[in-house]
């Protein structure tokens, strides 16, 4: 069999340090903001820009249709998020081929949110897998059908209450076929602490969750009503009176403060974008390339 590059995982096998930087696809199809964003990443260093599946439940432009799009008229590395809830076997293996067919090669398998009401319309979930489920199908069809396999990744909650459960699911995960994590944002000592236990326990390669909290009413409403999001106190306080830019700027500082504790125990970053903030996110990435630089100094075998 003989294989396509596939850069993004070519450089972490050599234990280059990977920036990867999300960009929420859009809801509508007006697409060169989007195109501009990841272009802007890609022009400061990106490896690879990681594109959500309808987040929330709530349907956005097809993130397995943008990656090919990214990959055919960019030339940019996509890692598309695949979710469990709206395709069955059937759409799945066809999305996969397809994919495999425009050189997309790696993906993150995600549970994914259940179907939001939108209007008085109820969209149906399918689940007919779950991540781990359709991890070893993804290994599957690499084993019998594809001629370019795909890089398998996964999450990893790094925020959750009971993480030793949390961290066996990963590992079941492995076994599946998953050859990576991008975990949840680090935003307090606890998310921290397990990273270091998901380091020393699992095999595959870690991406370090980085998401830059831009205001007080931002960090509130994080913490309490996002799912796998965790604050600490101490963080949240910060933010408190900050207009625009002083949050702006408390979140290039605390999102730095992160890449760099991070650093020893992961083989990359993973940059969520806030609010399509895309200058922020240019900024951020420099931060990481020089982190992967002194990592680089600090590493000289790697």
């Not at 509508?28 to 260093?45: E, K, N, S, T, Y």
């Not at 996509?78 to 799945?92: F, G, Q, S, V, W």
Request: proline fraction near 6%; glycine fraction near 8%; aromatic fraction near 6%.
């Amino acid at each position: 069999m003989t294989e396509e590059r596939n850069p993004l995982w070519e450089k972490l096998e050599r234990g280059d340090w990977v920036v990867c930087v999300e960009l929420d696809p859009p809801v509508d199809d007006v697409i060169q903001p989007f195109l501009d964003g990841v272009a802007a990443f890609r022009d400061v260093g990106a490896d690879a820009v990681t594109i959500a599946d309808s987040p929330v439940g709530r349907p956005r432009a097809d993130s397995s249709l943008l990656a090919c799009k990214l990959k055919r008229e960019l030339g940019v590395e996509a890692l598309p998020h695949m979710t469990c809830r709206d395709r069955n076997e059937i759409a799945t293996k066809a999305l996969l081929l397809g994919l495999s067919i425009e050189g997309v090669h790696n993906v993150l398998l995600v549970t994914g949110d259940p179907a939001s009401k939108v209007g008085e319309s109820r969209p149906k979930t399918v689940f007919h897998f779950n991540s781990r489920k359709l991890a070893k199908y993804v290994t599957g069809l690499n084993e019998t059908v594809l001629r370019h396999p795909f890089r398998v990744f996964a999450a990893l909650n790094v925020n959750a209450v009971n993480f030793p459960a949390e961290l066996r699911r990963a590992g079941e995960k492995e076994r599946c076929g998953v050859s990576g994590f991008l975990t949840q944002p680090i935003l307090s000592p606890e998310a921290l602490d397990n990273l270091k236990r998901a380091r020393a326990t699992l095999k595959g390669k870690l991406l370090g969750g980085v998401f830059p909290v831009v205001s007080h009413k931002n960090a509130l409403f994080l913490d309490t009503q996002v799912s796998g999001m965790r604050l600490s106190p101490e963080l949240i306080q910060r933010y408190e009176g900050a207009d625009r830019e002083r949050g702006e700027a408390l979140a290039e500082e605390i999102s730095a403060q992160v890449i760099r504790a991070i650093r020893p125990y992961t083989d990359g970053v993973y940059l969520m974008t806030p609010f399509q903030r895309v200058s922020l996110m240019t900024r951020l990435i420099a931060h990481a390339r020089g982190a992967g630089e002194a990592r680089k100094e600090e590493t000289p075998h790697a």
